[in-house]
């Protein structure tokens, strides 16, 4: 792997986003983890705002959960925050960041490639950050012919970047221009390779083959669970319910589906589909009633906007404020 003049580039068309105004490493770290599997357009407002109520580690060690949840609402995979609490935690008792990535890893929620990102950024250690930017880019250099999800092709791809790390380069700004590089030039549909400042190194573009890498692999249907959501309103408040603290969406809050002691009342159902990484929830919601007993907690419409609910929910969350039934009381 030959990334001779890839600084050079970065240092012309590095995009100037707000994590990399300065390297410290709760901000490096916040943003890291933000941009897992999210894209930086949309992250850039959560990271703001996550930035401003917890400023620094101690804030958010002593964050309530219920506060961490609202702040991350929209961004999903929400075990990450709750990591990054457990992580904050861990870094007041020893006293600090850890400095390098094998320290780094014993951290709640640090994988390699995040401890990577943290060690190189932060604190200038020879690590490689490999992101699937990265992965693309590796791929396309070097043709490989394997799928890159496989552990022992992204160990591959980890020495291959730190043996291309120059000794003399400042190991943040390199991984960072790794991942700019596939992030800006190298995408995943339509690689700009006319631009991209290592293209006479590229196996891929070479043999005018860039866009046969990374090898694709057949994507699993995902499975699809159909249920109605039931929403109630009953003296200017809706009933809504807390996930469980385990299993997906843990803690969030949502309408209730899968209940009996309701009752439908006549309206045009709202259907939503939200698609997870390994399922599809296709739903109904309608108006209803209680008829029964039904677990759940009433609230008015200053709660419910303030609840941390999950993306799936958030258009019948919308319905209801925007309805003009809920009142601005007090909540149970």
Not at 151 to 156: A, E, L, N
Not at 200 to 205: E, K, S, Y
Not at 244 to 249: K, Q
């Amino acid at each position: 792997m030959v990334t001779e003049g890839l600084l050079a580039w970065y240092a012309e068309n590095r995009r100037d986003l707000p994590w990399r105004r300065n390297r410290d490493p709760y901000r490096v770290w916040v943003s890291e983890i933000m941009l897992q599997q999210t894209r930086v357009e949309a992250v850039i407002p959560y990271y703001e705002r996550f930035l401003a109520a917890l400023p620094d580690v101690s804030a958010l060690a002593a964050a309530p959960e219920e506060q961490l949840l609202k702040l991350w609402e929209g961004l999903g995979y929400y075990s990450r925050v709750r990591n990054m609490k457990k992580a904050a935690n861990q870094i007041l008792s020893r006293g600090g960041f850890p400095r390098t990535a094998a320290e780094l890893k014993q951290l709640a929620g640090f994988g390699d490639y995040t401890a990577g990102a943290v060690a190189s950024i932060a604190f200038a250690q020879r690590a490689p950050a490999v992101d699937g930017n990265v992965l693309r880019v590796w791929a396309r250099m070097a043709r490989v012919g394997e799928s890159v999800k496989a552990p022992s092709v992204r160990r591959r791809c980890a020495r291959d970047v730190l043996d291309a790390m120059p000794q003399d380069a400042d190991p943040g700004l390199y991984n960072q221009a790794l991942m700019e590089l596939g992030a800006t030039v190298c995408t995943p549909r339509s690689p700009r390779c006319l631009l991209c400042p290592v293209r006479a190194h590229c196996g891929a573009f070479a043999a005018d083959e860039a866009e046969d890498y990374p090898v694709a692999e057949a994507q699993p249907a995902r499975p699809v669970e159909e249920f109605t959501v039931y929403l109630i309103v009953e003296k200017g408040r809706a009933l809504v319910r807390r996930r469980p603290d385990t299993g997906l969406l843990a803690g969030m809050w949502e309408f209730p589906h899968h209940v009996d002691g309701v009752r439908e009342l006549p309206c045009e159902p709202v259907e939503v589909r939200h698609v997870f990484t390994h399922k599809i929830w296709q739903m109904r919601g309608v108006r209803a009633e209680l008829t029964g007993p039904c677990e759940g907690v009433w609230a008015d419409k200053a709660r419910l906007a303030a609840l941390p609910m999950n993306s799936a929910m958030e258009k019948y969350r919308q319905v209801l404020l925007e309805s003009g039934e809920l009142t601005d009381g007090g909540a149970d």
